[in-house]
């Protein structure tokens, strides 16, 4: 079992610049979340994903979307960056929205 | 003020000691609660679930106090394996299926 993975590990953009970032949750689960942390925080909601709809959204703005697919792996899109969407995306999946949820290793972000 | 806040930390703590960690939540409708594990430029993993009761799993104690909004992780006879941040994590059900993370305390168990 591969687990939740996640590409790419890291990524340099330039403010402005849209990013896609992408995760594969471990076999068996159909709920995927995505989180944000920022260096020395803890991870920040940013949606959740299941049957391909988009079931709850943090505190974040439109810039920020998503998508699930049939097979029930997502993307995480961000448009305009800014320098302050630099972090570790964290995507994390579940069988269902209240089991345990397993993190993928991330994809770090650079802003330049 | 956050919804989840941990001791600042960090704590250095040698080989063998028992150390503490507290964590305080604001919003009571609280519906789950966990200490999760995070090592240096890794993912979060879960360390355990925390129930009413209050469980143990080893040499790690989890202990809740829904009257004081309090959960505490008891780390006995550390090792250097336990270095890492301990993140407090609370799943509150009236905000559906996020997950809601403190801080993080740093640890650090030194030879």
């Known amino acids: 079992d591969a687990g939740v993975t996640q590409s790419p590990t890291h990524l340099i953009k330039t403010r402005g610049q849209q990013v896609t970032l992408r995760c594969s949750p471990k076999?068996?689960?159909?709920?995927v979340s995505w989180y944000q942390q920022a260096l020395g925080q803890g991870p920040q909601f940013i949606f959740q994903?299941?049957?391909?709809?988009?079931?709850q959204r943090g505190n974040f703005p439109d810039r920020f979307s998503g998508h699930q697919f049939p097979n029930y792996s997502s993307e995480l899109n961000v448009n305009a960056l800014l320098l302050g969407d630099s972090a570790l995306y964290l995507c994390?999946?579940?069988?269902?929205?209240?089991?345990?949820?397993?993190f993928g290793q991330g994809t770090r972000l650079t802003v330049v | 003020r956050k919804e989840v806040e941990q001791d600042p930390g960090p704590f250095n703590v040698p080989e063998g000691a028992t150390v503490a960690f507290n964590c305080t939540y604001s919003?009571?409708?609280?519906?789950?609660f966990f200490w999760y594990r995070q090592d240096c430029r890794k993912e979060p993993k879960l360390l355990m679930s925390?129930?009413?009761s209050g469980n143990e799993d080893g040499r790690f104690t989890a202990q809740l106090n829904r009257a004081s909004q309090y959960i505490s992780l008891l780390i006995r006879d550390s090792k250097l394996s336990d270095s890492a941040t301990y993140l407090c994590?609370?799943?509150?059900?009236?905000?559906?299926?996020?997950?809601?993370f403190g801080k993080g305390t740093s640890l650090l168990v030194t030879p």
């Open positions: 994903y299941y049957e391909e709809e988009e079931r």
């Open positions: 925390v129930y009413s």
């Open positions: 994590v609370v799943l509150y059900s009236n905000s559906g299926y996020a997950l809601n």
């Open positions: 919003n009571s409708a609280s519906q789950s």
């Open positions: 076999s068996g689960h159909d709920t």
């Open positions: 994390a999946s579940s069988e269902g929205a209240n089991t345990e949820a397993f």
